[in-house]
């Protein structure tokens, strides 16, 4: 369990880290695109380049989603606004997604099954007992 916990939040910091960039990298090609291809493959490579520079292995590929929907999604809006749009939706995702991984679908421990499982049984059986009695008295009366 705690290796999938790592797991999760390793990723998690990739992602933000890859938003943050991106965001950042987009505002700047946003900036000065004026639709040259170059400008926006630079900022492509920058944003591939800056996570493995840091050690962020799965960060590069969604710094590049980020800095690619920045200048390409039209808008009134100012681009420095949709670049802290992006990287607040996409933060608010990450902390729902952990929210939901570290307290909804933690893994319970064996005890636990146990547990719930005997006394699941036992009302169960309880309530077939209280069954049948009821059968019993009520079905002889008629």
Avoid at 31 to 58: F, R, S
Avoid at 70 to 93: C, M, N
Wanted: aromatic share 8%; proline share 2%.
């Amino acid at each position: 369990m705690q290796s999938e916990r790592a797991a999760t939040l390793t990723a998690s910091r990739d992602r933000l880290v890859g938003t943050a960039v991106g965001a950042l990298v987009g505002w700047g090609t946003a900036t000065v695109w004026h639709g040259h291809l170059i400008v926006y493959a630079i900022a492509v490579l920058i944003c591939m380049v800056i996570p493995e520079l840091m050690g962020l292995k799965g960060a590069g590929w969604l710094a590049g989603v980020a800095a690619t929907i920045i200048p390409l999604v039209p808008s009134t809006a100012s681009h420095w606004r949709i670049a802290l749009d992006r990287f607040l939706e996409v933060s608010f995702g990450i902390v729902v997604a952990l929210v939901v991984s570290q307290v909804l679908w933690r893994t319970t421990s064996a005890a636990k099954v146990s547990a719930v499982r005997g006394a699941s049984e036992r009302v169960l059986v309880w309530g077939g007992a209280w069954l049948w009695r009821a059968r019993e008295v009520f079905g002889g009366m008629a």
